[in-house]
């Protein structure tokens, strides 16, 4: 064998550069436009420009995830509506009465919050019913 005839030591670095070595003994390599190096410097790039491509769209990504925000959508929905400020301060009383944990935007979806209280003020009453249908566009059973 290669080893026993050159009575060398058979590990791996000494494999490497002995093959490496013949590769540079053969006829026209140092002639070569595109020497092997710049084969594995052209891999390791294209690894590099994989990986930045990858971050940017990680990144990218990220930026574009929703955000909950319950607040400013409420907010949203009562400049989008035009409510006036008896209407606004109508409504707020309305997110006040909501059971916890339910955000104020469900108003403007759900109808069914919209109960009303027995010892209500007639007169906001009638306020509370043409902001009912100026948000849902229908009247509300009564």
């Known amino acids: 064998m290669l080893c026993h005839?050159?009575?060398?030591?058979?590990?791996?670095n000494?494999?490497?550069s002995v093959f490496l070595s013949?590769?540079?003994?053969?006829?026209?390599?140092?002639?070569?436009?595109?020497k092997w190096w710049w084969g594995g410097l052209a891999i390791i790039a294209l690894m590099v420009l994989l990986a930045?491509?990858?971050?940017?769209?990680?990144?990218?990504?990220l930026c574009?995830?929703?955000r909950s925000r319950p607040n400013s959508l409420f907010k949203q929905l009562i400049r989008i509506h035009r409510l006036s400020v008896k209407e606004k301060s109508l409504?707020?009383?309305?997110?006040a009465r909501?059971?916890?944990g339910v955000p104020a935007a469900?108003?403007?979806?759900?109808?069914?919050?919209w109960a009303r209280k027995k010892e209500e003020d007639p007169t906001i009453a009638e306020l509370e019913e043409k902001l009912y249908t100026k948000i849902f566009g229908f009247p509300r059973d009564r």
Do not use: A, N
């Not at 930045?52 to 990504?61: A, D, E, F, G």
């Not at 469900?106 to 919050?113: E, N, R």
């Open 5 to 12: 005839d050159f009575k060398v030591d058979c590990s791996m």
């Open 14 to 16: 000494v494999l490497i």
């Open 22 to 34: 013949t590769i540079q003994r053969i006829e026209g390599y140092d002639r070569l436009i595109l």
């Open 52 to 61: 930045c491509w990858r971050l940017t769209v990680q990144i990218v990504l």
């Open 64 to 66: 574009q995830k929703p």
């Open 91 to 95: 409504i707020s009383g309305l997110v």
């Open 98 to 100: 909501l059971p916890t």
């Open 106 to 113: 469900i108003l403007f979806v759900d109808p069914s919050f």
